[in-house]
């Protein structure tokens, strides 16, 4: 792909071929061979298994698992017997065991520790490839996993089988894990006293009611280098020459890391990278020691990390869009969220500064398996998901047999009913995403609103904004963007936060595609008119009347800012309570929404009223959707 | 396989080599069974195994066994607990436990003796016979469990493996009614562990599938005269047990009962709904537990689950394999041939396949790539120019909806 680019630049402007060849005849063969490359990764789906000793514990682990973006099967000594809970453990489909308990146990699931423990242990003799997780009171049978590493050496000496193409276990499943036991203790117990000491932190914020900004959920705060970041319009060429020129001085290293994919068919040496991709992997681990489902802030934040980091391949693609929103949050000083919906799971993400002239970062982000637009075995509430979102009628085991291609092809029919299909699908996982993350959707509306993923790139830019609006339901005024060329994440795998936030204060403005600005306020009252907008600073002054359950569309186009009057007939709350608002609004491809529904939105219990009402708000963005 | 992929690699154009490549042939793949506790291997890694040779053994109701006390004790067997109790002083002082390991042991030494072996290494020394307990291991008894046995009535014994051991005492997943499983194919046993998966190299060539049910089964390959790119379930009759039958396009719930209910062992069409699937699957469940076995019947679909014809190449394959003994493979989806020589269909390197979107199951040749394209409802994709076969004028579609066959 990357030849067939350069010949067409070669074909249409080979000056610019000849200056990234440093002024020498263009070769593209050997340009393709020496071009730096930073790999970022879709971490497949994975299943762990969640063990407890009373159900109420179960649900705990489970919610932090399925934040961590953990496919999960669980079971409780209460409820089920031994034979259940070890063919949960036992399935090849299942890669890791979170066997969890109080961080003080108390008598319900106390008395079944012990056996669960010892079966989880025996498991892992039978699958010394399974890691396993013990969080809260259960660390306290470490002990029973001495021997294992001993078991685990023996397997990992042993000759492999030929891994399954496909089937059961998908990649994660049956793929051996690196393992340091005892560097992933440190880790582990550093993670414990992390959570001890936020643990206390909680105690004391609760004691003294603080109403500071809320720490992330993953904990995650990037603090400014001493030498803060100053965007340079130079250094924005900087690792643009590196790249084109081929050569790079700046970054000496004699064995490049292991995510830099060095071209097979070139003898020459791999040329460094102008910046460093995320290094530490996050699995080597055999058995970990976690803190229980209740430390961290909010509760379940500091599993949801140690659950994540042994997830996630190092170079996460999906992790990268959450580093990136953080360092865009940075360098446009703005409030950032990006909802990315995938194949294999979904990621919501906010980032902030912590105030007016901080430098720190606050950024909060989960990612869901089940967010996937095309989940593996589609449960009937994932069916009736799509269906609520559906413009047209339909079937229901056909509509199963459609996601279920969708699955397999993700990448097929992507027009006409295909994309009508595919749009419902989107939003669908878009609302499971939403419904998880409750305590983003209590935040304010951000000041850029940031869409990606795949799907989302093949839809008309007006559809996508509409998408957003449609289910990020909170009063306010945003800017929407669209991550189109998908660098959201390749560049979060930078590991290096100051390159980043160089990087990002250069490109933002071509990777994200502005869609417009979004105004949308609360408590709009039915009747005839809302009120009336003005919108100045335009060429000619546009006065609108805006109608109450409408989706208003005026014509802004991207680049152009404006500011926009509003007039309304009752007071509504926009940020604050009132009925006279004056905002400066952002343009884009489909120009400037006003969303006047209802917050949150209501709309026909009955399919086809609601179908109805969906697709007028849909038409009105996607005139050509019968074409 | 790899000289013919970079020859007809190199055949074709750049923009072509960026359709999505559909191989058509696998060589020597690993299929694997899925235990569950109280399931056991019957064969061990490196040995070869051949059609109707037993591999694995399941232990459909399996449920928790206390089994008591068992180890070691300077030399001799521990305190027996509840469940083994009445057997801790059977023959030659051994439990159960290893009386099983014992014929474990003699069934390897059959099969090592009979020459079935290919590259497992030397059996343990005798000594080795009495190994510790551990999890996984295959446990026989309790005797006792269902309370003294009516006169002139033999005790049910009950057999699982072991699941751990908690307090000095084990617990196995056990039960009365076991089921051999035998393999369906030739092939070496890549890995075999009680309780979690047997694991076998293919010896021969497969056809890979996008989805697969039932459970793996062999018969002879029949290629009907398909109508209209189907079969109708009436044209299964009871001439056509033992058979796997191809079935078209689109195989319906009703062909699915009927081909069970005749003992055909299995259907190959080109796609399946969801809901025949579920259908199946809980027909399983209910012959599983069903105390008369039934035949293994699978089903394999090559394509999805939206109606779409079977692609030529493919057919043109089975056709020529007419007759043939196959086996459809649950995990991952396969139609394997025993030999690894098949007969391949010649083709155009630039033969291309609509697999989705309004043309889903046309045929016909490659010409050009014209970039971006605004398709229905305003969307822009990459598109390519082909020809159909069935049709004189050229179509438009995006390259995303396209495959080609590699062989």
Same mark, same amino acid.
């Given at each position: ?45 994975r299943r762990i298994a969640v ?7 179960r649900?705990?682990l489970e919610t932090a698992a399925l934040?961590a973006?953990w496919l999960t099967v669980g ?13 949960l ?5 299942t890669?890791?065991?979170l ?10 699931? %106390? ?77 582990? %117990? ?17 004691? +003294? ?43 000496? +290293? ?53 659950l ?55 950024? +909060?982000?989960?990612?869901?398996a089940e ?42 029919? @992507? ?114 008119? @809302?009120?009336?907008?003005?919108? %100045? ?38 940020? %604050? ?51 | ?81 509840? *469940? ?62 269902? *309370? ?63 989805? =697969? ?29 033992? =058979? ?28 399946? *709904? ?134």
């Amino acid at each position: 792909m990357l030849a067939g680019l350069l010949y067409k630049i070669e074909s249409t402007d080979p000056e610019i071929l000849v200056e990234m060849c440093a002024g020498e005849g263009p070769d593209i063969p050997t340009l393709v061979a020496v071009w730096p490359r930073l790999e970022a990764r879709t971490t497949p789906q994975r299943r762990i298994a969640v063990l407890a000793g009373s159900r109420r514990q179960r649900r705990r682990l489970e919610t932090a698992a399925l934040r961590a973006g953990w496919l999960t099967v669980g079971g409780s000594a209460d409820e089920d017997d031994a034979v259940v809970l070890s063919r949960l453990v036992l399935s090849t489909e299942t890669s890791a065991v979170l066997l969890g308990a109080d961080h003080s146990p108390g008598g319900d699931e %106390k008395r079944h520790l012990p056996d669960l423990t010892a079966l989880v242990a025996a498991a892992t003799r039978l699958r010394p490839e399974l890691t396993v997780v013990l969080a809260g009171g259960a660390a306290t049978y470490e002990s029973q996993f001495a021997g294992l590493a001993d078991a685990r050496l023996a397997r990992e000496t042993a000759p492999d089988p030929v891994g399954l193409a496909s089937g059961s276990g998908g990649p994660g499943a049956t793929e051996p894990m690196v393992e340091k036991v005892v560097e992933s203790k440190l880790v582990t %117990k550093k993670a414990l006293a992390e959570a001890e000491a936020a643990r206390a932190d909680n105690a004391t914020m609760d004691a +003294s009611e603080d109403g500071g900004p809320a720490a992330s959920s993953t904990g995650e705060a990037f603090e400014a280098e001493p030498e803060a970041f100053e965007p340079e319009p130079e250094a924005a060429s900087e690792l643009d020459t590196e790249v084109e020129g081929g050569v790079s001085g700046t970054v000496a +290293s004699a064995e490049p890391d292991p995510s830099v994919v060095a071209p097979a068919e070139s003898q020459r040496a791999p040329v460094p990278l102008a910046f460093g991709v995320v290094e530490s992997h996050a699995a080597p681990n055999h058995v970990l020691l976690a803190p229980d489902a209740e430390a961290g802030d909010p509760a379940g934040a500091a599993l949801q990390q140690v659950l994540e980091g042994l997830r996630a391949f190092p170079n996460d693609s999906r992790l990268g869009v959450a580093r990136s929103i953080a360092s865009l949050a940075y360098v446009l000083d703005r409030s950032v969220e990006v909802v990315e919906i995938g194949l294999q799971g979904g990621l919501s993400s906010r980032s902030e500064l912590i105030g007016p002239g901080h430098a720190t970062v606050v950024t +909060s982000y989960s990612c869901l398996a089940e967010a996937s637009f095309a989940p593996a075995n589609p449960s009937e509430e994932v069916i009736d998901g799509l269906m609520t979102w559906s413009t047209v009628p339909l079937d229901r085991h056909r509509t199963m047999d459609r996601l279920n291609d969708l699955r397999l092809l993700p990448w097929g029919e @992507a027009d006409g009913d295909g994309a009508i299909f595919r749009l419902a699908a989107a939003k669908a996982a878009f609302g499971r995403l939403v419904e998880a993350t409750p305590e983003l959707a209590e935040q304010p509306m951000p000041e850029l609103l940031v869409a990606s993923g795949g799907i989302f790139a093949a839809l008309p830019p007006s559809v996508v904004a509409l998408a957003l609006a449609d289910l990020v339901r909170r009063p306010g005024v945003s800017q929407l963007a669209i991550d189109q060329a998908r660098l959201l994440g390749p560049l979060g795998v930078i590991e290096d936060e100051v390159e980043r936030r160089r990087l990002m204060a250069n490109l933002a403005d071509d990777i994200l595609m502005p869609l417009g600005g979004l105004v949308m306020p609360a408590g709009i009252r039915p009747g005839r008119s @809302a009120g009336l907008l003005r919108l %100045k600073g335009l060429p000619t002054s546009t006065e609108i009347e805006l109608h109450p359950g409408s989706v208003q569309v005026v014509d802004l186009p991207p680049g152009r800012a404006a500011r926009a009057d509003f007039d309304f007939r009752d007071p509504v709350r926009l940020g %604050k309570r009132g009925r006279h608002f004056s905002v400066d609004v952002g343009g884009g491809l489909s120009g400037l929404l006003v969303d006047l529904r209802d917050i949150p939105m209501r709309i026909s219990d009955r399919p086809d009223s609601r179908r109805a009402a969906l697709d007028t708000w849909q038409r009105g963005m996607w005139p050509d959707i019968d074409e | 396989m790899s000289a013919i992929e970079s020859r007809a690699a190199a055949d074709i154009s750049p923009e072509l080599a960026r359709v999505a490549g559909r191989r058509v042939l696998v060589f020597s793949p690993t299929i694997r069974y899925q235990l569950g506790p109280g399931d056991r291997a019957l064969v061990v890694a490196g040995d070869a195994v051949v059609p109707g040779m037993p591999i694995l053994e399941r232990t459909p109701d399996a449920e928790l066994v206390d089994v008591g006390r068992l180890g070691i004790e300077n030399g001799k067997s521990g305190k027996a607990g509840r *469940g083994s109790g009445s057997s801790s002083g059977g023959g030659a002082s051994l439990e159960p436990l290893w009386k099983e390991a014992a014929a474990e042991e003699s069934r390897a030494m059959a099969r090592r003796t009979s020459g079935g072996r290919t590259d497992r290494p030397s059996g343990p020394p005798k000594q080795e016979r009495r190994r510790p307990p551990s999890p996984g291991k295959w446990w026989v008894g309790g005797g006792d469990r269902r *309370g003294k046995p009516d006169k002139g009535k033999q005790a049910i014994r009950i057999g699982g493996t072991l699941l751990f051991e908690s307090g000095g005492r084990w617990w196995a997943a056990a039960g009365e009614r076991h089921q051999v499983v035998t393999s369906p194919v030739a092939g070496v046993v890549r890995e075999a562990r009680n309780a979690v998966e047997v694991i076998i190299e293919v010896a021969g060539s497969a056809l890979p599938g996008a989805i =697969a049910a039932g459970v793996p089964s062999r018969g002879y390959l029949d290629v009907p005269r398909l109508t209209d790119g189907e079969l109708w379930a009436s044209a299964l009759d009871v001439g056509r047990a033992g =058979a796997v039958v191809v079935a078209g396009s689109r195989v319906s719930a009703q062909a699915i009962s009927r081909a069970r209910a005749i003992s055909i062992r299995g259907l190959i069409a080109g796609s399946v *709904g969801e809901g025949e699937l579920r259908d199946l699957e809980a027909s399983e469940l209910r012959q599983r537990a069903s105390l008369a076995p039934a035949l293994p019947f699978g089903l394999i679909a090559l394509d999805g689950h939206s109606r779409r014809p079977l692609a030529t190449p493919i057919l043109a394959l089975l056709a020529a394999m007419a007759g043939r003994e196959v086996t459809i493979v649950t995990d991952p989806p396969l139609l394997v041939f025993d030999s690894p020589e098949v007969p391949l269909p010649e083709l155009p390197p630039d033969w291309i396949r609509a697999r989705s979107g309004p043309h889903a199951g046309r045929e016909g040749r490659w010409l050009k790539s014209i970039g971006l394209y605004r398709f229905r409802s305003g969307i822009y994709l990459e598109a390519a120019v082909v020809r159909f076969a069935d049709d004189t004028g050229t179509t438009t579609l995006p390259v995303t909806d396209l495959e080609r066959f590699v062989f």
